[in-house]
T-cell receptor, first 114, second 113 residues
Framework: EAQVTQNPRYLITVTGKKLTVTCSQN?????MSWYRQDPGLGLRQIYY???????DKGDVPEGYKVSRKEKRNFPLILESPSPNQTSLYFC?????????????FGEGSRLTVL | AQSVAQPEDQVNVAEGNPLTVKCTYS??????LFWYVQYPNRGLQFLLK????DNLVKGSYGFEAEFNKSQTSFHLKKPSALVSDSALYFC???????????WGAGTKLIIKP
């Protein structure tokens, strides 16, 4: 089944404790992206990747890191999480790198930072 | 500045009635427009897109959207609403300078039996 898989789906952590949210897609898509969703703010892009070894900042990259060492994986790293990073996070992928096609989303990762 | 506006935070419709969820946009160059739906505790799902061609675009679950260039709008429509259509709907336009999507804030659609 074609899908984007995120882990963990739910996580409660404490300020400053490094964490990684994994994202993997099995559709051989070039493009991948991370978003955060907060009430009233819609979706805000954190980082995106047009292809392997190519990553770019989105609208809200501060406090986050990403890497794209292989096509299928695009992990999101929070080196020192803070409470303002409490949010619902979505990973998405798309064929091609010009976004004329649809985005495929993961089921989301709900992160709480205490 | 490039942007997407969904002017209604919430739309309430009775089951069986037609529904419209509004979206207006501002973008340089040709607009690439999308609608996505988010059901509770789920990721977003693609509904339909406008790239070029007919102004009326048909998509999943019986939804359609009408592209209006002069009004810079891309409203989502369905002739007869179902209770199961209740969800959060997002409009998006592609930023042609960096090929990333600009998202609206979302509209909560509530269909009452």
């Amino acid at each position: 089944e074609a899908q984007v898989t995120q882990n963990p789906r739910y996580l409660i952590t404490v300020t400053g404790k490094k964490l990684t949210v994994t994202c993997s897609q099995n559709m051989n898509h070039e493009y991948m992206s991370w978003y955060r969703q907060d009430p009233g703010l819609g979706l805000r892009q954190i980082y995106y990747s047009m292809n392997v070894e190519v990553t770019d900042k989105g609208d809200v990259p501060e406090g986050y890191k990403v890497s794209r060492k292989e096509k299928r994986n695009f992990p999101l790293i929070l080196e020192s999480p803070s409470p303002n990073q409490t949010s619902l996070y979505f990973c998405a992928s798309s064929p091609g790198d010009y976004l004329t096609g649809e985005l495929f989303f993961g089921e989301g990762s709900r992160l709480t930072v205490l | 500045a490039q942007s997407v506006a969904q002017p209604e935070d919430q739309v309430n419709v009775a089951e069986g009635n037609p529904l419209t969820v509004k979206c207006t946009y501002s973008v340089s160059g040709n607009p690439y427009l999308f609608w996505y739906v988010q059901y509770p505790n789920r990721g977003l799902q693609f509904l339909l897109k406008y790239i070029t061609g007919d102004n009326l675009v048909k998509g999943s679950y019986g939804f359609e959207a009408e592209f209006n260039k002069s009004q810079t709008s891309f409203h989502l429509k369905k002739p007869s609403a179902l209770v199961s259509d209740s969800a959060l709907y997002f409009c998006a336009v592609r930023d042609n300078s960096n090929y990333q999507l600009i998202w609206g804030a979302g509209t909560k659609l509530i269909i009452k039996p």
